[in-house]
């Protein structure tokens, strides 16, 4: 499994620093560097509509 870093601490998948979704989507297609581009996977601990994120 991949050592993903994250420092999103309202996100469902953030673990101790560390992403703990298997799959990660990345939005940015075309993007050219990496602060083009963002987490598509994110899912905010905060909103009741993303219990079934888990």
Do not use: I, P, W
Not at 5 to 24: L, P, R, S
């Amino acid at each position: 499994m991949t050592n993903l870093g994250c420092t999103v601490d309202n996100c469902v998948y953030n673990a101790n620093q560390h992403c703990k979704k298997d799959e990660v989507l990345v939005k940015g297609r075309n993007a050219h560097k990496t602060s083009d581009t963002c987490c598509d996977s994110f899912c905010d601990k905060s909103d009741a509509s993303c219990s079934n994120c888990r």
